[in-house]
């Protein structure tokens, strides 16, 4: 959150997203994310990681943008992995910090 407020350059990214994703259009949805090329995948995943500690991010809105962009079968496994990578990195913090916190 405090990126948003204190750095313009993200913000910029973040109000173009929003606009973006808010058209519903997936000529524009599909543009705006091939404009990452090869990181278009990890801006995703990276999203999807982000949404388990930042609650104004919607999961189910990355899951469309995959599947907008990158079509139904490739959007599906991408959202798939982001899931798990998600998922895997939730777990590995609360495994390595919630016995040290818990003892405490």
């Known amino acids: 959150m405090a990126c ?3 750095w313009p350059a993200f913000q910029t990214g973040a109000k173009e997203a929003f606009t973006v994703l808010k058209s519903g259009e997936q000529e524009k949805v599909s543009a705006w994310i091939k404009q990452f090329g090869y990181w278009g995948p990890v801006v995703i995943v990276a999203g999807m990681v982000a ?3 930042l609650v104004v ?3 189910v809105l990355l899951i469309l943008v995959a599947i907008l ?3 139904p079968w490739w959007g ?3 959202a798939l992995a982001g899931i798990v990578v998600a998922s895997s990195v939730g777990y590995w913090l609360g495994h390595s910090a919630g016995r040290h916190l ?3």
Request: no cysteine; hydrophobic share 60%; net charge negative.
């Open 4 to 6: 948003y407020f204190l």
């Open 51 to 53: 949404q388990m500690f």
């Open 57 to 59: 991010v919607n999961v």
């Open 69 to 71: 962009a990158y079509g």
């Open 76 to 78: 599906s496994l991408l």
């Open 102 to 104: 818990l003892a405490d």
